[in-house]
């Protein structure tokens, strides 16, 4: 997975495939054992903090905080979000480190602290 992404990202430069690609090798190393100041539990909370307690939705449909928009467009589903306004997609670790404009950690930090 961590090549399929690495070649969108060299043909594409999307920050989306940079950040999957970021995420995808922070994880890997983690799981290895090789990054200090995590364990694997803290992401396990983190990935397992639902994403529907941070937006106010209806039938698991919120206004999308990352563009103007008037409707809902935003899809919730197994703790994945999607835009179908500006096709933001991602799980609660990427909605909470856009939204807040963190990196990885520190998003994997508040998560985990906030169960």
């Known amino acids: 997975k961590i090549a399929e992404?690495?070649?969108r990202y060299l043909e594409t430069q999307s920050k989306d495939d940079l950040r999957e690609l970021k995420r995808l090798s922070f994880e890997a190393k983690l799981h290895l054992g090789q990054v200090e100041g995590y364990n694997v539990d803290q992401l396990v909370k983190a990935r397992t903090f639902p994403l529907e307690?941070?937006?106010k939705h209806?039938?698991?449909m919120a206004k999308c905080p990352f563009h103007p928009?008037?409707?809902p467009s935003l899809n919730i589903k197994?703790?994945?979000y999607y835009c179908h306004g500006c096709q933001a997609t991602g799980d609660?670790?990427?909605f909470v480190m856009k939204r807040?404009?963190?990196t990885f950690k520190e998003a994997v930090n508040r998560l985990a602290a906030a169960i």
Do not use: A, F
Request: glycine share 10%.
């Open 58 to 60: 209806r039938n698991y």
């Open 78 to 80: 197994k703790n994945y």
């Open 5 to 7: 992404v690495k070649q």
């Open 100 to 102: 807040d404009g963190l």
């Open 69 to 71: 928009d008037g409707s």
């Open 92 to 94: 609660v670790i990427d």
């Open 53 to 55: 307690s941070l937006l």
